[in-house]
């Protein structure tokens, strides 16, 4: 897996590890949290996640990326530009961020640097993210990011809202 590290002020985003699945179940198998992620899901539903997120890494270069409280080493979420089953044209920019640490702008932060990099080090025209209607706090975030909607498509899990940036256009997202 390529050995991605991307820094926030308060955040460090790298290759997911072994041990991270522990947790990331924990935060699946919560119905709250899996409610726009087609949850609970049991643990072997994680164990597929992360050799899935391996191979993409392997086979593009870039892909979700653990991200971890730089303060603490904790996990603290999941975020990082991948191909979407759904919208497989342009990479989409996500994020699932620790019940417990919701509320506090990480998903924001961590999209952000993401954003930056899909747009500049990876050198992407384009770049999606992703949400169920009711997603209302994804959808808020894809906003405070530049995204805007581009075109709803029905999926498995009901009509997802294809958000856009174009390389440029939104308020973050911009080369530097």
Do not use: Y
Not at 11 to 23: G, I, T, Y
Not at 57 to 86: C, I, N, P, Q
Not at 115 to 122: C, E, N, P, T, V
Not at 143 to 172: M, N
């Amino acid at each position: 897996m390529t050995e991605t590290v991307i820094e926030t002020e308060r955040l460090r985003l790298r290759p997911f590890r072994a041990d991270d699945a522990d947790e990331l179940a924990r935060w699946l198998a919560d119905g709250e949290f899996a409610r726009h992620l087609g949850g609970p899901w049991p643990r072997s539903r994680v164990d597929e996640m992360l050799g899935r997120i391996a191979r993409h890494h392997a086979e593009h270069g870039f892909g979700a990326l653990a991200v971890e409280d730089k303060a603490t080493g904790d996990l603290v979420g999941r975020s990082g530009l991948a191909f979407h089953s759904a919208w497989p044209s342009d990479p989409e920019l996500g994020w699932w961020i620790a019940p417990e640490r919701q509320g506090q702008g990480l998903a924001t932060e961590a999209g952000a640097r993401c954003l930056d990099d899909g747009f500049g080090r990876l050198g992407m025209e384009r770049i999606v993210s992703i949400a169920l209607e009711d997603n209302l706090a994804s959808r808020r975030v894809m906003a405070k990011l530049g995204f805007r909607l581009h075109e709803r498509v029905a999926s498995e899990w009901g009509e997802l809202w294809v958000h856009a940036q174009d390389r440029g256009t939104g308020t973050r997202g911009k080369s530097r």
